[in-house]
């Protein structure tokens, strides 16, 4: 049982260029999540998901793009990175509202 | 007032000592309240969840809620460096007027425990 897994683990880009951050998770698990994390600094909640065809955003969600189309995967699209889009992004599922969240290992962008 | 505040660390305790977290919250709807571990370079990893008042106890961790005074706090017993990590306090938090919450968590910014040998 994989749990959540991103791909990729390491990333770095040039401003203006765009890239995908892969998200899967294994659990059936309906609500998914996208959060960045800046050094020393909480997890932010980017955009999120509560089933196949349904997201909406969190806390920060400009410069970014979500899509649901299984339940099993919730990709985070970058369109014209910025240096302020540096950062360690998580993927996160939980099975029901307001429940545990698990967490998959992230990717580390730098975007210079 | 931030929605999740956790007390500034950093947080040295000795090995064997009790080390404690504390945590305050701004929502008197809130229902779930969570403690995640994460080490340097690594995810977050659920360590603990409390729903009802009262202690919740899981090996040398127990966690303390009270909903009336709107802090959650996790204890660790019997203090290990493997403990040494920042710790991460979550909460659901109502929405503000007009939004939707959908069973998202605001994190506080963590705590940063040190147990030195």
């Known amino acids: 049982n994989a749990g959540v897994t991103q791909t990729p683990k390491f990333r770095i880009l040039k401003i203006g260029q765009s890239m995908t951050l892969q998200c899967t998770q294994d659990m059936n698990h309906n609500y998914m999540y996208w959060y960045r994390q800046d050094p020393g600094m909480g997890l932010k909640l980017i955009y999120y998901s509560v089933g196949a065809g349904i997201t909406d955003k969190g806390e920060v969600p400009n410069g970014y793009n979500v899509s649901r189309s299984t339940t099993e995967d919730f990709p985070l699209r970058l369109e014209l990175a910025a240096p302020s889009q540096t950062s360690v992004y998580f993927c996160a599922s939980s099975s029901v509202r307001f429940g545990e969240q698990y967490f998959g290992p992230g990717t580390r962008l730098t975007v210079t | 007032q931030k929605e999740v505040e956790q007390n500034s660390g950093p947080l040295s305790v000795p090995e064997g000592a009790i080390a404690s977290l504390n945590c305050t919250y701004s929502?008197?709807?809130?229902?779930?309240f969570f403690w995640y571990r994460q080490y340097s370079g690594k995810s977050p990893e659920l360590i603990m969840s409390?729903?009802?008042?009262g202690d919740k106890e899981d090996g040398r961790f127990t966690a303390q809620l009270n909903k009336a005074s709107q802090y959650v706090s996790l204890l660790i017993r019997d203090s290990q460096p493997s403990d040494s990590a920042t710790y991460l306090c979550?909460?659901?938090?109502?929405?503000?007027?007009?939004?939707?919450?959908?069973?998202?968590?605001?994190f506080g910014q963590g705590t940063i425990l040190t147990v030195h040998p």
């Open positions: 979550a909460v659901n938090i109502a929405p503000r007027a007009g939004g939707t919450s959908y069973g998202k968590l605001t």
């Open positions: 409390i729903y009802s008042n």
């Open positions: 929502d008197r709807g809130s229902q779930s």
